[in-house]
């Protein structure tokens, strides 16, 4: 079945730092979702990029849907404790199906 | 305040045995499908619901079954329990066309001994 991949699987960062996530397919995707996990959490509903070379922002979030969307990346700008945790990415198929990646977890240090 | 309600939180149970798991969706949406998220990898899916009735089916074998009822609510039964299916299930509710996102519970720890 299709399959998205996501790297880091895991990133440090120092807080002020910048983070970068990505997510690759080797089929064209539909439309890509981002959710982040907070450590002992549940994955909470970030956005949904749909056009091809989309980009979207959210304050200190970026969000980037490739030409091609094969690709897809999340960068967050000077990191704060705020931001700890699981980045996944998500494939949605037919019949409103998630596929996700899995994910990268980032700590960032104070 | 996820919107979505999953019951019981923690769960132990033996191998062999059956378990019921619950979900109420948020209010709203009228799709809901369940995750298993084992730790430190993606939630993969299971099965969705919608209309009382399975629409979609992940790689899963049929001792995983579902039901939903006409208020939207699910349930998800997993039947024979195997050490291997101790994983955080996941409901995650939203209206069919996805545009939105889905909202997801907080999880039901299912440990299995």
């Known amino acids: 079945g299709q399959q998205v991949m996501q790297i880091p699987q895991y990133q440090h960062v120092q807080e002020g730092e910048d983070f970068t996530t990505y997510c690759n397919s080797s089929t064209t995707l539909s439309n890509i979702q981002w959710y982040k996990q907070r450590p002992g959490g549940h994955p909470v509903f970030l956005i949904q990029?749909?056009?091809?070379?989309e980009v979207k922002k959210q304050k200190r979030l970026t969000f980037q849907f490739g030409e091609a969307k094969k690709n897809s990346s999340l960068h967050i700008t000077a990191t704060q404790t705020t931001d700890v945790g699981t980045y996944f990415c998500a494939q949605e198929t037919s019949g409103s199906r998630l596929t996700f990646g899995e994910g990268t977890q980032l700590t960032v240090n104070p | 305040d996820a919107g979505v309600t999953q019951s019981p939180t923690h769960l132990i149970k033996t191998r062999g045995q059956q378990v019921t798991l619950r979900c109420s969706p948020k209010?709203?949406?009228?799709?809901v499908s369940w995750y298993q998220q084992a730790l430190g990898q993606g939630p993969q899916f299971i099965f969705q619901?919608?209309?009382?009735?399975?629409?979609q089916r992940g790689n899963f074998p049929d001792r995983f079954s579902g039901h939903q009822f006409p208020n939207y609510s699910s349930e998800l039964n997993v039947n024979a329990l195997l050490l291997g299916d101790s994983a955080l299930y996941l409901c995650?509710?939203?209206?069919?066309?996805?545009?939105?996102?889905?909202?997801f519970g907080s999880g039901t720890r299912l440990t299995v001994v």
């Open positions: 209010s709203g949406h009228d799709t």
């Open positions: 619901y919608y209309e009382e009735e399975e629409r």
């Open positions: 995650a509710s939203g209206q069919l066309t996805g545009a939105y996102g889905y909202t």
């Open positions: 990029l749909v056009k091809s070379g």
